[in-house]
């Protein structure tokens, strides 16, 4: 099955930095990456997606990097705000859509204001 | 967006007993899935739940342990068999439709198994 790894498992940045975070996955089939974002006691939520076809998806501050070749992907986040303190998953799927999605370890993201 | 009701909230469970957790979807949907999330850690895949038919399980899970139903487009359960302290966790229901690349998530359940 598919495996998937996310670092870093705790990210702090400064209110107005940007916040990368990066997986990689172990299954070429795999075609479908999304990000979900998990606030303490509630359930994840999808905040950006990204296909294989594409390399590149942005989304206001929110930006996904696909390199296929590679087997990874990165979340990147710019102009951080308080309110982006949370988890992040990454995941992926070899599904036509987000069928039975396979999640990183996480990464609790910090951001001081 | 699917508005997705898990039941119970949360449970507390003695050893050895059985708890169904409900997922019910305010529309029909193609795919349904169970997760287990353990406190501070991620995401686990348990199984799909196959209307009419039998789940497919992940690698780990087995049915004996975690029996699903899915008898209609709208509504899935999962069972927590025999349980144990180690299956103190959360468990997620999550739904997609085909056509859709959004996997939407219930609120989940809270176990502890004492």
């Known amino acids: 099955g598919e495996n998937v790894e996310q670092h870093p498992s705790t990210l702090s940045v400064q209110e107005g930095d940007s916040a990368v975070i990066k997986c990689t996955y172990s299954?070429?089939?795999?075609?479908?990456f999304p990000w979900y974002k998990q606030e303490l006691g509630k359930r994840p939520q999808l905040i950006i997606d990204?296909?294989?076809?594409?390399g590149e998806k942005k989304d206001q501050r929110i930006a996904v990097t696909l390199n296929k070749t590679a087997k990874h992907f990165s979340l990147h986040i710019t102009e951080t705000q308080p309110e982006d303190s949370a988890v992040y998953f990454c995941?992926?799927?070899?599904?036509?859509?987000?069928?039975?999605?396979?999640f990183g370890t996480g990464t609790r993201l910090t951001v001081i204001p | 967006s699917a508005v997705i009701s898990q039941k119970p909230s949360r449970d507390i469970c003695q050893r050895g007993t059985s708890l169904t957790i409900q997922c019910q979807v305010d529309?029909?949907?193609?795919?349904m899935f169970w997760y287990r999330q353990q406190p501070g850690q991620s995401l686990t895949l348990i199984a799909t739940a196959n209307q009419g038919s039998e789940a497919t399980y992940e690698s780990g899970f087995v049915i004996d342990k975690f029996p699903i139903s899915r008898p209609n487009l709208t509504f899935s359960t999962l069972t927590v068999s025999n349980m144990s302290p180690e299956d103190s966790s959360i468990y997620l229901c999550?739904?997609?439709?085909?056509?859709?690349?959004?996997?939407?998530f219930g609120q989940g359940t809270r176990l502890t198994v004492v």
């Open positions: 995941a992926a799927s070899s599904g036509a859509g987000a069928n039975n999605l396979f």
């Open positions: 999550s739904v997609a439709s085909s056509g859709d690349t959004e996997a939407f």
């Open positions: 299954d070429s089939a795999s075609n479908y």
């Open positions: 529309s029909q949907v193609t795919m």
């Open positions: 990204i296909r294989s076809n594409v």
